[in-house]
């Protein structure tokens, strides 16, 4: 079936569908190494045979044909903002890349369907030895370390979406931070969706070397669509020894999005990593970023906001594997769920019989505010030796009336008072967040409340 | 918009010679078991994740041999009694699977033993089963406490024998109150499943208690169904395990109407190379509001190979409710024994008395002397 999907993006459209033959060409089309032509076929068979996982959402209403897994827009990859199409450029501005990008940000690859289109590097992190780059130009420039590191943390048989993802992964970041190197500034990529009816698989691989310092963040916007969308791409973080990763994540994909997301990082003696995530757009979300934390003194923390509105069901978690002793973790999990959506924390800790003096906790808070919505909590801990300390703690519950009462007494509207208790609720884990996801957040909840305060 | 979840199938297998209608017909009153026994072959024993299955000593079905009940009630006979009486007629239609529903159509199609209580005023049962003298205990029982009423029950299962199996509903009427102490003390037995309904009516109560000392795999389910208003319901579980031991015990709240109240408890230790999963379910569906429901588990590792799982769950889709849960895993408190040690104790006496600490408030509440000191002995046989 033809579809008008605007002028730009016509010209290498491919069917719908995926087999042998298209991801052969979508490995000739990016003049790839064999290596990572295997790689892709070995992920397609593993896809064409597993089922879908056997827990969270409901994909039954994902056409796997309705997704046309790669298009390129007519578009080089552009060194200089001049040299960026004008459509495209329109809908970055209204994201605000390019102001954000100079004031604060050291490098943008902001990818526009499924090839990068703008990549730009500061001369000085080139100097401090940093690599940053598109996935696919990493994978032709250093081809060793690459291939060292891709899918070596999710390998393809991990579960459907990861085998997907492996066979036709187009797009994302490549960060590589040489040892003792601080990255003075936060790195910074955009995903998009523009096209009906369009997977985008996206592959971010970071690498920190010892004593290593990053803080990456990604953001996603799309617009909305009636064809089903399907966002399933892959985050793979390498945090060496004494090195402390920050990655910051605000989803905001369409309301028509399955949003199916793999995010997992190891983490080297005495490392540190910090997810910090807020999820507010897709349809339904399946995501649960991992820290496996392999060696002594290693540190995850998980800071995760979900917002669940109307026709929406998230699914979101996280997951901490205490492989070493003297390992910590602390999970801080906040979900709101409003006028009919359904939020879902969904939660693994593991302490293995070799991880000793493992201090973990665990925090779960829900917010519910009507009787359409729904909250659930899972948290699976598994303890598996005798001198870890670990404890969890969970709570649903609703804006109490004399907190409502109180701020109604001091002179706001009902309204307000609500958007300023969720807006409370939430403010530790947005505080995590960069400025501009912070002000996105409290303009959804001013919205829902009909609210001007903030 | 219509949202559903997709939830993880139990896996499940076969075994050679399973039980069919020739051990139905052995055990008497084969026109009541028939119907169960056809639905019971077509389903396969549940592997489980966690406890692992992989077979079933089924030996030879008997009929229970000794005397196993005792108490004042308006009626108390064996379950056999009450089908040939006609007291059970409208049983089971509640839809409970248990712990799986392989284990519950076991219990009512191959049922050795079991009771039926129908209660008035003021009544107190035990029931005790020894598994020296039946190695194969499949239960059936059905309680009805009558409005106004309050029942106590203890059942206690003690010994060594090769499979237990038991499936138990509860129906609590209007204003009535339930108090149920629920033994398990069989070390070396290799399957134990016990599953248990309590359908809880306007004002009635609930207060159980839970004891697991004992039996190589164990697996304990308690469903309870909060469905009249201001129907209040406790579960404390308190488990004890050692050796190769593993158990999984869920408890299940679900409050079906508004203003309803539930709390649920696990205590308890794991010792050598045991392990023990505690899940606690809460849920509390759109038109429940003004729910009060609280979760907490506690446990106390031993043993640097013992491990302890759990799974608490809170499913809310009411907002004018309170839903809590907490959980906390860790070792004998050092602050504790090194307290207890400077103050003379030696350790052993200390680690005693700190474990003691923790069952202290199931001491408190069991109401027989003899029960009350087989769980002592069962205890300090682990310690």
Same mark, same amino acid.
Request: proline letters at 4%; aromatic letters at 10%; glycine letters at 8%.
């Given at each position: 079936?033809?579809?008008?999907?605007?002028?730009?993006?016509?010209?290498?459209?491919?069917?719908?569908?995926?087999?042998?033959?298209?991801?052969?060409?979508?490995?000739?089309?990016?003049?790839?190494?064999?290596?990572?032509?295997?790689?892709?076929?070995?992920?397609?068979?593993?896809?064409?045979?597993?089922?879908?996982?056997?827990?969270?959402?409901?994909?039954?209403?994902?056409?796997?044909?309705?997704?046309?897994?790669?298009?390129?827009?007519?578009?080089?990859?552009?060194?200089?903002?001049?040299?960026?199409?004008?459509?495209? @450029?329109?809908?970055?501005?209204? $994201?605000?890349?390019?102001?954000? *990008?100079?004031? %604060?940000?050291? &490098?943008?690859?902001?990818? #526009?369907?499924?090839?990068?289109?703008?990549?730009?590097?500061?001369?000085?992190?080139?100097?401090?030895?940093?690599?940053?780059?598109?996935?696919?130009?990493?994978?032709?420039?250093?081809?060793?370390?690459?291939?060292?590191?891709?899918?070596?943390?999710?390998?393809?048989?991990?579960?459907?979406?990861?085998?997907?993802?492996?066979?036709?992964?187009?797009?994302?970041?490549?960060?590589?931070?040489?040892?003792?190197?601080?990255?003075?500034?936060?790195?910074?990529?955009?995903?998009?969706?523009?096209?009906?009816?369009?997977?985008?698989?996206?592959?971010?691989?970071?690498?920190?070397?010892?004593?290593?310092?990053?803080?990456?963040?990604?953001?996603?916007?799309?617009? @909305?669509?009636?064809?089903?969308? $399907?966002?399933?791409?892959?985050? *793979?973080?390498? %945090?060496?020894? &004494?090195?402390?990763?920050? #990655?910051?994540?605000?989803?905001?994909?369409?309301?028509?999005?399955?949003?199916?997301?793999?995010?997992?990082?190891?983490?080297?003696?005495?490392?540190?990593?910090?997810?910090?995530?807020?999820?507010?757009?897709?349809?339904?979300?399946?995501?649960?970023?991992?820290?496996?934390?392999?060696?002594?003194?290693?540190?995850?923390?998980?800071?995760?906001?979900?917002?669940?509105?109307?026709?929406?069901?998230?699914?979101?978690?996280?997951?901490?594997?205490?492989?070493?002793?003297?390992?910590?973790?602390?999970?801080?999990?906040?979900?709101?769920?409003?006028?009919?959506?359904?939020?879902?924390?969904?939660?693994?800790?593991?302490?293995?019989?070799?991880?000793?003096?493992? @201090?973990?906790?665990?925090?779960?808070?829900?917010?519910?505010?009507?009787?359409?919505?729904?909250?659930?909590?899972?948290?699976?801990?598994?303890?598996?030796?005798?001198?870890?300390?670990?404890?969890?703690?969970?709570?649903?519950?609703?804006?109490?009336?004399?907190?409502?009462?109180?701020?109604?007494?001091?002179?706001?509207?009902?309204?307000?008072?609500?958007?300023?208790?969720?807006?409370?609720?939430?403010?530790?884990?947005?505080?995590?967040?960069?400025?501009?996801?912070?002000?996105?957040?409290?303009?959804?909840?001013?919205?829902?409340?009909?609210?001007?305060?903030? | 918009?219509?949202?559903?979840?997709?939830?993880?199938?139990?896996?499940?297998?076969?075994?050679?010679?399973?039980?069919?209608?020739?051990?139905?017909?052995?055990?008497?009153?084969?026109?009541?078991?028939?119907?169960?026994?056809?639905?019971?072959?077509?389903?396969?024993?549940?592997?489980?994740?966690?406890?692992?299955?992989?077979?079933?000593?089924?030996?030879?079905?008997?009929?229970?041999?000794?005397?196993?009940?005792?108490?004042?009630?308006?009626?108390?006979?064996?379950?056999?009694?009450?089908?040939?009486?006609?007291?059970?007629?409208?049983?089971?239609?509640?839809?409970?699977?248990?712990?799986?529903?392989?284990?519950?159509?076991?219990?009512?199609?191959?049922?050795?033993?079991?009771?039926?209580?129908?209660?008035?005023?003021?009544?107190?049962?035990?029931?005790?089963?020894?598994?020296?003298?039946?190695?194969?205990?499949?239960?059936?029982?059905?309680?009805?406490?009558?409005?106004?009423?309050?029942?106590?029950?203890?059942?206690?299962?003690?010994?060594?024998?090769?499979?237990?199996?038991?499936?138990?509903?509860?129906?609590?009427?209007?204003?009535?109150?339930?108090?149920?102490?629920?033994?398990?003390?069989?070390?070396?037995?290799?399957?134990?499943?016990?599953?248990?309904?309590?359908?809880?009516?306007?004002?009635?109560?609930?207060?159980?208690?839970?004891?697991?000392?004992?039996?190589?795999?164990?697996?304990?389910?308690?469903?309870?169904?909060?469905?009249?208003?201001?129907?209040?319901?406790?579960?404390?579980?308190?488990?004890?395990?050692?050796?190769?031991?593993?158990?999984?015990?869920?408890?299940?709240?679900?409050?079906?109407?508004?203003?309803?109240?539930?709390?649920?408890?696990?205590?308890?230790?794991?010792?050598?190379?045991?392990?023990?999963?505690?899940?606690?379910?809460?849920?509390?569906?759109?038109?429940?509001?003004?729910?009060?429901?609280?979760?907490?588990?506690?446990?106390?590792?031993?043993?640097?190979?013992?491990?302890?799982?759990?799974?608490?769950?809170?499913?809310?889709?009411?907002?004018?409710?309170?839903?809590?849960?907490?959980?906390?895993?860790?070792?004998?408190?050092?602050?504790?024994?090194?307290?207890?040690?400077?103050?003379?104790?030696?350790?052993?006496?200390?680690?005693?008395?700190?474990?003691?600490?923790?069952?202290?408030?199931?001491?408190?509440?069991?109401?027989?002397?003899?029960?009350?000191?087989?769980?002592?002995?069962?205890?300090?046989?682990?310690?």
């Amino acid at each position: 079936m033809k579809k008008d999907f605007g002028e730009f993006n016509i010209i290498t459209r491919k069917e719908s569908g995926f087999d042998r033959r298209l991801i052969e060409e979508i490995s000739f089309n990016k003049e790839e190494p064999s290596w990572m032509r295997e790689l892709r076929l070995r992920s397609l068979e593993i896809f064409l045979r597993k089922s879908n996982p056997n827990f969270g959402v409901d994909l039954s209403a994902l056409d796997m044909d309705e997704i046309v897994p790669y298009l390129k827009p007519n578009a080089k990859k552009s060194a200089s903002w001049d040299e960026v199409p004008d459509e495209i @450029k329109d809908t970055f501005e209204k $994201l605000g890349i390019p102001e954000a *990008e100079r004031k %604060v940000l050291s &490098g943008v690859g902001a990818q #526009y369907d499924s090839e990068v289109v703008y990549q730009n590097i500061k001369s000085k992190l080139k100097e401090l030895g940093v690599i940053f780059l598109d996935m696919e130009s990493a994978v032709k420039e250093y081809p060793d370390l690459v291939k060292k590191y891709f899918m070596r943390l999710v390998p393809p048989s991990d579960h459907k979406f990861a085998a997907l993802h492996g066979a036709v992964w187009s797009g994302g970041s490549f960060v590589y931070v040489p040892e003792g190197v601080e990255v003075p500034m936060p790195l910074q990529a955009y995903f998009m969706m523009a096209s009906p009816g369009i997977g985008q698989f996206e592959h971010t691989l970071i690498i920190l070397e010892k004593g290593a310092k990053l803080h990456f963040i990604e953001g996603c916007s799309a617009p @909305k669509y009636s064809a089903s969308n $399907l966002h399933s791409g892959m985050v *793979e973080i390498y %945090v060496g020894e &004494g090195a402390t990763m920050r #990655y910051s994540t605000i989803q905001n994909w369409s309301k028509n999005t399955y949003n199916l997301n793999t995010k997992r990082a190891v983490i080297g003696k005495d490392g540190t990593m910090v997810w910090v995530s807020g999820s507010i757009g897709s349809s339904k979300t399946m995501l649960y970023p991992a820290s496996i934390l392999r060696e002594k003194g290693a540190r995850a923390e998980h800071m995760n906001i979900t917002y669940a509105g109307k026709d929406q069901h998230l699914d979101t978690g996280s997951k901490v594997i205490h492989l070493a002793p003297y390992t910590s973790s602390k999970v801080d999990a906040r979900s709101i769920s409003s006028d009919g959506g359904w939020s879902f924390y969904r939660g693994l800790l593991r302490v293995s019989p070799e991880a000793h003096h493992v @201090k973990s906790t665990v925090e779960c808070s829900a917010l519910m505010m009507d009787d359409r919505s729904a909250s659930d909590t899972l948290p699976i801990i598994e303890v598996m030796n005798n001198d870890s300390d670990v404890g969890h703690e969970a709570r649903v519950g609703r804006i109490r009336e004399e907190q409502i009462y109180y701020l109604m007494s001091r002179g706001l509207s009902e309204d307000d008072a609500k958007s300023m208790i969720v807006r409370g609720f939430m403010a530790p884990i947005i505080k995590q967040l960069p400025l501009e996801y912070a002000i996105e957040f409290n303009k959804l909840v001013n919205m829902n409340f009909k609210s001007s305060v903030g | 918009m219509e949202m559903t979840m997709v939830k993880p199938e139990t896996r499940v297998f076969n075994i050679h010679k399973d039980y069919g209608l020739n051990e139905a017909k052995k055990l008497g009153l084969f026109e009541w078991r028939k119907p169960f026994v056809k639905r019971y072959v077509e389903e396969g024993f549940p592997r489980w994740k966690r406890l692992k299955l992989s077979q079933i000593p089924l030996n030879d079905l008997k009929k229970y041999t000794g005397k196993y009940l005792d108490g004042n009630a308006k009626i108390l006979e064996s379950f056999s009694e009450a089908i040939q009486k006609g007291h059970v007629g409208k049983f089971p239609k509640m839809g409970y699977d248990g712990a799986h529903k392989k284990f519950t159509l076991m219990s009512y199609a191959f049922f050795n033993a079991g009771f039926f209580i129908e209660s008035s005023g003021e009544s107190k049962i035990y029931a005790h089963y020894t598994l020296d003298s039946n190695p194969v205990i499949i239960e059936n029982s059905l309680v009805i406490v009558k409005s106004g009423s309050e029942l106590t029950v203890v059942r206690e299962i003690d010994g060594t024998g090769k499979l237990r199996v038991s499936t138990t509903n509860f129906v609590v009427e209007e204003g009535a109150k339930l108090n149920f102490f629920n033994v398990l003390i069989a070390p070396k037995t290799p399957i134990s499943v016990d599953s248990n309904v309590y359908v809880v009516g306007n004002n009635a109560q609930v207060e159980t208690y839970d004891v697991i000392l004992g039996g190589d795999k164990t697996a304990v389910n308690h469903e309870i169904r909060l469905e009249g208003v201001n129907a209040k319901a406790s579960l404390f579980s308190f488990y004890f395990t050692t050796g190769q031991e593993r158990a999984d015990l869920e408890c299940k709240l679900i409050h079906k109407a508004p203003k309803t109240t539930g709390y649920l408890e696990g205590n308890g230790v794991v010792k050598e190379n045991s392990y023990v999963v505690f899940r606690g379910n809460i849920w509390i569906p759109s038109d429940a509001y003004g729910v009060e429901s609280r979760e907490k588990s506690h446990s106390v590792n031993l043993s640097p190979t013992a491990r302890v799982d759990a799974i608490p769950s809170l499913s809310v889709r009411n907002n004018m409710v309170t839903a809590e849960h907490g959980a906390s895993m860790g070792s004998l408190d050092e602050k504790k024994l090194y307290y207890m040690m400077s103050r003379g104790m030696d350790k052993h006496t200390a680690v005693r008395l700190i474990l003691e600490g923790v069952f202290e408030p199931l001491m408190n509440a069991i109401p027989m002397k003899s029960v009350k000191r087989s769980v002592k002995n069962g205890l300090f046989s682990r310690i």
